[in-house]
């Protein structure tokens, strides 16, 4: 069936009972239930819901009855980047800052901002009037182009315009800022701004109720064209900042950008149908054709080619893919055709798993943000202080006319002192980090990884599936006097059906490949990561290391000499007890990943020790220390051990870091002061850790780490830049170095470097995209 060139209409109220898709008007999958037609988005969800309607048929209101409208609103959810905490739907105003919200998740065809283009309009509109009433109040006096006060009302004519309509946003988040006692820039711009145009207003008006001090050149000074400049300037810059900001949420629309919109599905007839991505469901079998993305997660059925996994994990070089390979979704089929089974879709996808970290990790907090955030707590009742202080110390004691003096200083001290580059400081570095890092396969979970992984100088790490491949080979087994080699395999692959660990899927896969039949175990459990146990066939079966032996009882000194023969040539061994007898052992060699060397060398060349900690023998860890240059090997530990080993490493006052991707290494990965999980791992291990390596590549822990560096040295220049920005400011504005200099900083001066200010620290933010990491 051809598709449209549009997307059907949706029926108004229509969802599919199934999986909660929208239902186009003309769907022709339909269903009658209980006096009303049900529709669907696809055959596969009519036929589910014909073979059990009552769990399906469960809505609020019947598909066909007509609904009230819920009220327009965006599916995104916004937030402050200055205040991550601050959360709503659809588009606001921060209660804190006042910053405008943006999108948590951005959108590929994202309009404008209308912040953005709202201030545009204001400022080019007000331009104009702002230039000319600069222009009269620098010459317009010794042109002598008008006479008396008449000057200063052609000035408010111009102004008003500019404070009243161009100004009017921040009055109104500078009073809500007020009203909420939370104090920010806003109100340090409101009430600077709105000073002087008070001031100037009533000079004008009623001149006489000046005093004589208040008098230069024989007419009460006003100063509309400050008010103006400020406004204009601020304007300015709010504009160059938001198109800077705009530029940090590139790395998570390049992400999204990766995923096809269409898929090509095979029906059971055999014939193939282009659908939209979202209509893909969990089993169905889709073909990805040379040149075209891989749709979702899933599994080669047939064919083989080579998959450009570069955009997500890193890689360099294609990986080539064969019946029963792995498949991520948003990758690049490069040459062959493939059939695949689609089965995670949506959020279960990696990319959108990768698309949530970025976005969770780039809307958290530094902990280097914490000073930043209490300081600027009071940064703006101090500043107002301090304003204050400035108007009665020059009224008070200041050269003639000292009170306009003092209003204009005390002007200036409120425009210069806006905490905004204070507040943007880290949260653009950390925007700007894990996009770049997303983008090298390193997922950081917070910014708290970004600011901890930069000090760590130990590294526990797992062996299998983390120095290893994760994908062991059988080697061989050893039966004990009264076992077959066969009985062993059989009952050893019986029993670990139920487990996920690699060196059981080699077992298992071995047992097949050598035609055993296997029987279906009862009571399978897991044991404390030191083996699994269960019942096959009524017999109580134990399978595992020598720990899990020793707490069961059973003796292992008949296979000792062989069981470390095997050891001392790198494999795992495993050892098969029946009824509390010794059946047997079983080897599985896992070869060391390619890039595991490199990586030590490196990290230890960096000053960071690595330990191996894993649940395998200690010979067969020795022997993969040995070829990987690791001096320190924990064998045969169990989830707790690992654990208890972070523990004691940080009471000894050592950074730790955990590197693993099993189940068994989450309570160290949740203990250790950064969690390193492996993206080839179980969720539960990448849920634990504060960080994830897509690939499962340790050379992964070197990117992030150059990256954390160069994140926390960004985060320090742009804090130290606006500590001094204030630092000398507001000083200069308060016009303590008057009596040095005789120069006096303008407010336009003050509102200028403002809004430079600002800008400055989010450029260099940016400058991190480019940063060099290894």
Known sequence: MPQPDRPPALASGAQDPVCGMPVAADSPFSAAYAGQTWHFCSEKCQLKFKADPERYATPTLPQTQTQTPAPATTGNEYSCPMHPEVRQRGPGICPKCGMSLEPVLPELEQAENPELRDFARRFWWSLPLTLIVTLLAMGGHALNLFHGTTQNWVELVLTTPVVLWAGWPFYVRGARSVIQRSPNMWALIGLGTAAAYLYSLAATLAPGVFPATFRLDGRIGVYFEAAAVIISLTLLGQMLELKARAQTSAAIKSLLGLAPKTARRIDADGSETDIPLSHVHSGDTLRVRPGEKVPVDGRVLQG??????????????????????????????????????????????????????????????????????????????????????????????????????????????????????????????????????????????????????????????????????????????????????????????????????????????????????????????????????????????????????????????????????????????????????????????????????????????????????????????????????????????????????????????????????????????????????????????????????????????????????????????????????????????????????GQLLSPLIAALAMSVSSASVVFNALRLRHARIE
Request: net charge neutral; with cysteine; charged share 15%.
């Open 304 to 741: 083989e080619s080579a998959v450009d996994e570069s955009m997500l994990t890193g890689e360099p070089l294609p990986v080539m893919k064969r019946i029963g390979d792995s498949l991520i979704g948003a990758t690049l089929n490069t040459h062959g055709s493939l059939v695949m089974q689609a089965q995670k879709i949506g959020a279960a996808t990696m990319l959108a798993q990768i698309v949530q970290m970025v976005v969770q990790a780039q809307r958290s907090k530094a902990p280097m943000q914490r000073l930043a955030d209490v300081i600027a707590g009071y940064f703006v009742l101090v500043v107002i202080a301090i304003a204050g202080l400035t108007l009665l110390g020059w009224g008070l004691w200041g050269p003639q006319p000292s009170w306009v003096f003092g209003l204009i200083n005390a002007v200036a001290v409120l425009i210069i002192a806006c905490p905004c580059a204070l507040g943007l400081a880290t949260p653009m570095s950390v925007m700007v980090a894990t996009g770049k890092a997303a983008g090298s396969g390193v997922l950081f979970r917070d910014a708290a990884a970004i600011e901890n992984l930069r000090k760590i100088d130990i590294l526990i790490v797992d062996k299998t599936g983390t120095l290893t491949e994760g994908h062991p080979a059988f080697h061989s087994v050893e039966p004990a006097p009264g076992f077959t080699a066969g009985e062993v395999l059989r009952l050893a692959a019986s029993l670990d059906q139920g487990s996920e660990h690699p060196l059981a899927h080699a077992i298992v896969e071995q047992a097949r490949a050598s035609g055993l039949a296997l029987s279906t175990p009862e009571g399978f459990a897991s044991v404390s990561g030191i083996g699994v146990r269960g019942l096959v066939e009524g017999h109580r079966v134990l399978l595992g290391n020598t720990a899990l032996m020793a707490e069961a009882g059973v003796a292992t000194a008949a296979l000792q000499a062989r069981a470390e023969q095997l050891r001392s040539d790198g494999t795992s061994i495993m050892y098969l007890a029946v009824d509390d007898r010794l059946a047997g052992l079983l080897a599985v060699a896992d070869p060391i990943k390619p890039t595991s060397k490199l990586a030590v060398e490196r990290l230890q060349a960096k000053g960071v020790r690595v330990i191996m900690a894993t649940g395998d023998g200690l010979t067969s860890a020795r022997a993969v220390a040995r070829q990987l240059g690791i001096e320190e090997v924990h064998g045969e530990v169990k989830p707790q051990d690992k654990e208890r080993l972070a523990a004691s490493l940080q009471a000894r006052g050592h950074r730790v870091a955990m590197a693993g991707d099993g189940i068994n290494d989450a309570p160290a990965l949740a203990r250790a002061d950064v969690g390193i999980a492996m993206g080839t791992g179980t969720d539960v291990a990448m849920n634990s850790a504060q960080i994830t390596l897509v690939k499962g590549d340790l050379l992964g822990i070197l990117r992030a780490r150059s990256l954390s560096l160069a994140a926390v040295r960004n985060m320090h220049q742009n804090l130290v830049f606006a500590f001094v920005y204030n630092a000398l400011g507001i000083p200069l504005a308060a016009g303590l170095l008057y009596p040095l200099t």
